[in-house]
């Protein structure tokens, strides 16, 4: 989908797409309560899409948002080459970033990956112009910050998308340096002979059972600023796909496991969208990619492991791989940058999604500043968090036998245990944030503006967060 700003008087289209609030009891010809109901009707030779806003009294940023994303349904649905927009009216809302929020959804909403499919039905062509009195370069800048996130979300959701035969942690590497050779971000990758040779133990032994070895991706943005600080690091899981290795997924677990990588390449997202931005804040992504197969060189229960940062895990769970993954790429962001604050985001757990369903995601920290600019970010942009405890009495549940500790624990407490097991890894002077995504990365159906499949959740959060350091 393109966005263009249209000066009113130059605009030639027949289609207008005009959000309205919902009648509290129905009317002929206007759309129903329900937030993207629409109801299409002519006049003077034009056509108004009328798409409902819901109840005045419950009329948000979300709102425009979930209005943008059934505009662009119907739009594709009704194969409709252009419509048009008028800027004017969404002042008169009351609702702050209304028209950023409507544009995000139009973006996202129209998101498909069809790339596999013998017959692309892909809906990319449809042009929505915005109609503005006089051209101006400030609804162009406000939509090209959002173009520039919704590419970086939706690129997020494609990499996702692509199936274990064409993403492994080898062409994952290799992707991201040609994306970050393309927008010119700093890239290093390291293999499997690098990456024992540092003593990267673990994110080796979660792929030992694959043809395809473990990576280590590095993606540095060095910022704009003229005293650019300290970076934010961003770490991500990328499991390309997970069997659950020896502790072995049934035929309903192991579907869907290619979206295991949703942590790693939400953080390849933020940071072409940080590049193309020209964030003030200097960026660098940590991937640790792998996949978690079956063979004779699997790592097994009972094993012990040599962490990159000395200390030894046994492992209870091959099933709990992310963690072991992650916890070799923390140390590396640690040893090789002083960082203003660690973020990592990882498909860690299904205690998550018990605890929180697919609505929030689970954070836990040790700052709670942090915690604080995060939720309030994932509050702005509707990508929201929730905040799980860190006590060190959970520590217990996972207190080793013969190593420093184990990889996983009982039911008990299960998404805290992943937090508490890479808590381990953090130095107590650094701010960290574990992001636990496992319930928001899919959709198992459509939403307003999340096509079933990867959300890209993360991408608009950690964007809105580091602009936030800027403001």
């Known amino acids: 989908m393109e966005l263009r700003v249209v000066q009113k008087s130059r605009w030639a ?26 109801v299409l009707v002519g006049k003077d030779g034009r056509r ?13 940023a979300e709102s425009f948002r979930k209005v943008g994303g059934a505009a662009a349904r119907w739009l594709s649905k009704n194969q409709v080459s252009a ?3 008028d800027v004017g009216e969404f002042s ?22 069809v790339r596999h499919k013998s017959e692309n039905a892909d809906s990319s062509d449809t042009r929505v112009e915005f109609l503005v009195e006089d051209t101006t370069s400030e609804v162009e800048d406000r939509l090209h910050r959002v173009e520039t996130a919704a590419r970086a979300v939706n690129l997020a959701r494609e990499w996702a998308h692509e199936p274990p035969n064409v993403i492994n942690p080898i062409t994952l590497a290799e992707r991201a340096s040609e994306l970050a050779n393309r ?16 003593g990267a133990e673990a994110i080796l032994a979660v792929g030992k059972g694959s043809r395809t070895p473990s990576r280590l991706i590095v993606l540095e943005y060095p910022g704009k600023g003229e005293e650019p600080g300290s970076p934010v690091l961003l770490v991500g899981k990328a499991i ?40 003030r804040t200097p960026v660098v992504g940590i991937i640790g990619a792998a996949e978690n197969m079956i063979s004779a060189e699997s790592y097994r229960p009972d094993d012990i492991i040599k962490t990159l940062s000395g200390k030894t895990i046994e492992i209870v769970s091959a099933d709990a791989e992310g963690r072991v993954v992650l916890c070799d ?3 590396y962001a640690q040893q090789h940058y002083q960082p203003r604050a660690i973020i990592d985001l990882a498909t860690l757990t299904g205690g998550v999604v018990v605890a929180l369903g697919k609505i929030r ?48 624990g009982a039911r008990d407490a299960h998404a805290i245990i992943g937090g508490i097991f890479l808590k381990q890894f953090i130095s107590e002077q650094v701010p960290w944030a574990h992001i636990d995504i496992a319930g928001v990365a899919t959709t198992e159906k459509d939403q307003p503006y999340n096509p079933k499949g990867a959300t890209g959740f993360g991408v608009r959060l950690i964007l809105d967060y580091l602009e936030s350091l800027e403001r």
């Open 329 to 331: 790429a923390l140390t």
């Open 240 to 279: 390309t796909f997970d069997t659950g290795g020896y502790t072995i997924k049934d035929k309903a677990g192991m579907t869907g496991m290619k979206y295991d990588k949703c942590g790693g390449v939400t953080v390849v997202g933020i940071l072409q969208a940080a590049a193309e931005l020209g964030l």
């Open 83 to 85: 419509a048009g927009v």
């Open 92 to 113: 008169s809302y009351g609702i702050d970033n209304s028209l950023q929020a409507f544009s995000e959804g139009l973006l996202l909403g129209s998101f498909r990956f």
């Open 361 to 408: 995601a689970g954070i836990m920290s040790n700052n709670q500043e942090l915690v604080t600019q995060l939720v309030e970010s994932g509050e702005r942009v509707h990508e929201r968090i929730w905040q799980l405890p860190l006590d060190e009495e959970y520590f217990d549940l996972i207190k080793g036998d013969d190593s420093d500790f184990k990889n996983s």
């Open 183 to 198: 927008i010119g971000l700093g890239c290093r990758i390291y293999d499997e002979k690098q990456l024992e040779e540092m």
């Open 13 to 38: 289209g027949d289609l207008f797409i005009v959000p309205v609030l919902a009648a509290k009891t129905p009317e002929p010809g206007k759309p129903g309560k329900e937030i993207g109901d629409a």
């Open 48 to 60: 108004s899409l009328l798409i409902s806003l819901g109840l005045e009294d419950k009329l948000k």
